[in-house]
């Protein structure tokens, strides 16, 4: 038995990272801080070079949490070499990283949001944010050229009425 809820331990978990990510901050800055008031080119690089990395990946962290799971949803997600397969009783289907012509974010009726892929020879897959391994698609996205996490970051925080569209084919 626990001393702690099972929720209070899951979203501790989803937030893992970031938090790890945060107690390194003020480490960087005591080093950049020492390079500052010591005139040291050691200290100082090594604060600016583990603050721009500490940071850089606490964005994307960040992002990786607004994108993970807060919820359940039926199905499964795999992501085998450039297809993206989601397992799922009512819409399930398959897509190839190739043949992807369109990435949105579309609202569900539950107040999460669904990745809808597009490709030109079949209907659209939707695929839940909490479903299981959906955590994954961001991986798999970052191969696609032109992927822009800054306009995904944007969608997330725009209409939550309205479907954004976050990649498209050139």
Do not use: C
Not at 69 to 86: F, M
């Amino acid at each position: 038995m626990s001393v702690f809820r099972a929720e209070a331990l899951k979203s501790l978990k989803r937030w893992k990272e970031p938090l790890l990510l945060v107690l390194i901050l003020p480490f960087a800055a005591r080093l950049l801080w020492l390079g500052v008031s010591r005139p040291s080119i050691v200290y100082g690089g090594l604060g600016v070079v583990l603050v721009l990395i500490s940071g850089s990946l606490f964005y994307f962290a960040l992002l990786r949490v607004r994108l993970g799971s807060s919820g359940e949803a039926a199905g499964i997600v795999e992501v085998r070499e450039r297809s993206i397969v989601y397992l799922s009783p009512h819409l399930g289907g398959d897509v190839s990283l190739e043949s992807l012509s369109k990435i949105a974010i579309s609202p569900s009726r539950s107040g999460s949001y669904n990745w809808v892929l597009y490709t030109p020879e079949q209907r659209p897959l939707l695929i839940p944010f909490q479903a299981q391994g959906a955590e994954n698609l961001l991986h798999a996205f970052s191969a696609l050229p032109g992927l822009s996490l800054e306009r995904l970051n944007r969608a997330l925080k725009a209409d939550r009425n309205v479907m954004h569209i976050v990649w498209q084919r050139p």
